[in-house]
């Protein structure tokens, strides 16, 4: 859903702050919903999908959701609540920074909810996207574009070193 949401940010231009400050906070209103009807007394994941897509490797795309990773949901969610009420006056290609968040929205619970380790590092890994065009962006004028060459090679550097 946040998925074709961000598409739809990318249409179209008007009243979009407004209209993805919605989406987003009926986003945080259902997560924190679902972190109310949390019963803490199971230990294990209580929420599981299980998508098979290639059975001849065994890879699966399973879904799970237990206390941490629903708590880190609900802190990111927050977060870009935050994030689309501080740049609520951003004038600069504002429907690829709304798509950029909802983006890195979608790959972050893609993170904490993953229950198979190659699509958790797929996730891992794609959060460098929204992180590099972010700074690319809308980072400081003098050195945007190095900042975001030296982020990336720095983060490589150490995914080389330690894995």
């Known amino acids: 859903l946040i998925w074709l949401f961000s598409f739809y940010i990318l249409l179209f231009n008007n009243r979009i702050r407004l209209i993805s400050l919605w989406f987003i906070c009926l986003c945080f209103i259902l997560v924190n919903i679902s972190f109310i009807f949390y019963n803490q007394s199971i230990l294990w994941f209580q929420i599981l999908f299980n998508f098979y897509i290639l059975n001849f490797w065994n890879i699966s795309y399973n879904l799970g959701l237990d206390g941490l990773s629903l708590s880190l949901i609900v802190i ?37 909810i993953s229950f198979d380790f190659i699509f958790f590092y797929f996730f891992f890994e794609a ?34 070193l330690f894995c």
Do not use: D, E, Q
């Open 127 to 160: 959060i460098v996207i929204p992180m590099f065009l972010f700074i690319g962006m809308w980072g400081s004028r003098t050195r945007r574009i190095s900042a975001s060459i030296n982020f990336s090679y720095i983060l490589y550097l150490v995914h080389f």
């Open 76 to 112: 990111c969610s927050l977060l870009i609540i935050f994030c689309i009420l501080i740049y609520w006056f951003l004038k600069y290609k504002i429907n690829i920074y709304l798509f950029l968040l909802l983006f890195a929205l979608w790959i972050l619970i893609n993170i904490f």
